[in-house]
């Protein structure tokens, strides 16, 4: 009896896609995203208290930005604190291109990430002479100088005020309601998704993993480092790039005050508690930050009856309450949520024979 996966060529190895099972789950997660949510998500939104199309929507965006911050660290191991400020170059490059420019949106959002994938790329070429905490700052350094742009180049970006934007149209079909905005999300976050998983199976996602674990070994082996590692950021601010693009679209307004230092930590936070290095990780992470917000506003508005002052208090301890889950995932969780998803996998696997 068959206990196991067996191959016999290196192609049925490399499968996104390995058994029937997988196939079939997979094609069952997208007919409930694509045809049951939308149905089930208002009168669910009555029950939790908030909208979970509007949650929905910013969880796709915000994945599409986290594979690509995944990419950068997980994958390559470089620490980047400026993503914030790149998915804001992206919101205003689309913003500006679209509203002041009359480009259609299915070519200003691919320019919003082109434009940005550049942007990231000039702050990328410290990464040749420096790594770990210096890197972190020098991308730091990209998060004060881009804020301070957005904030005083006034005739461009509209200074404190920002900008006006509007919901977008492709090929005149306007996205104009929260639904059909979140079929285009979520479409985008399909391919973004497979785009990340079959690059890590080329040689160029190779020698970005073999950078992250032992770089001195991947340049003995001829990886040019330089090259890859500015290749990982140049993609990484792409992803970011676009869901700026979509982000602002979206919100209707693009302003510095959205994409701030505390941005570039919420990001870094989701691809922590999802799982550096995981492909999944950057899906569980950024519905768990996204979510954690909502979920703890319920009980405090349940206690709200008791404590009048509670909204006041939470609004204070929301950023103790992230920082706490993020060292809490550290000490006991440290491979992240899709680490932990794996391990429950594997074991109904094998139940019940646990070895």
């Not at 140049?234 to 992803?239: E, L, M, Q, T």
């Not at 009856?305 to 000490?331: D, K, M, S, W």
Request: with cysteine; net charge positive; hydrophobic share 55%.
């Amino acid at each position: 009896m068959p206990t196991g996966l067996f191959y016999t060529k290196y192609q049925d190895d490399e499968k996104i896609f390995h058994t029937l099972w997988v196939k079939i789950w997979m094609w069952a997660l997208l007919i409930f995203l694509f045809v049951c949510f939308p149905f089930v998500a208002y009168p669910l939104s009555g029950f939790f208290g908030f909208s979970l199309q509007h949650m929905a929507n910013m969880i796709g965006i915000f994945i599409i930005g986290a594979h690509g911050l995944n990419l950068l660290t997980g994958f390559t191991g470089q620490i980047s604190l400026g993503h914030g400020a790149f998915m804001g170059v992206g919101a205003y490059t689309s913003a500006i291109l679209f509203m002041k420019g009359g480009w259609p949106f299915w070519l200003s959002l691919p320019a919003a990430g082109l434009v940005t994938a550049g942007v990231g790329m000039i702050f990328g070429v410290p990464s040749l002479r420096l790594r770990g905490l210096y890197l972190a700052i020098a991308t730091m350094a990209a998060q004060f100088i881009i804020g301070y742009a957005m904030r005083n180049w006034t005739s461009l970006t509209g200074g404190s005020a920002g900008l006006n934007v509007d919901r977008p149209s492709i090929f005149g079909f306007a996205l104009d309601t929260d639904l059909r905005y979140y079929y285009l999300i979520l479409i985008l976050v399909i391919f973004s998704t497979l785009f990340l998983k079959n690059l890590l199976r080329t040689k160029t996602g190779r020698a970005m993993v073999a950078i992250r674990d032992r770089y001195l070994s991947a340049e003995i082996m001829g990886v040019n480092l330089f090259k890859y590692r500015l290749l990982a950021f140049g993609i990484s601010s792409f992803y970011v790039g676009v869901s700026g693009g979509l982000f602002a679209h979206y919100n209707l307004v693009v302003s510095d005050e959205h994409f701030t230092m505390w941005l570039s930590i919420q990001y870094l936070a989701m691809v922590i508690i999802g799982g550096l290095g995981h492909v999944l990780g950057g899906i569980f992470g950024t519905i768990f930050m996204v979510l954690l917000p909502e979920l703890l506003r319920i009980p405090t508005e349940i206690l709200s009856n008791i404590y009048p002052n509670i909204f006041a208090i939470f609004g204070t301890l929301r950023e103790l309450v992230f920082g706490l889950v993020i060292i809490l995932f550290l000490i006991f969780e440290p491979d992240g949520l899709a680490a932990r998803w794996h391990t429950i996998r594997a074991y109904w696997k094998l139940w019940p024979f646990s070895y």
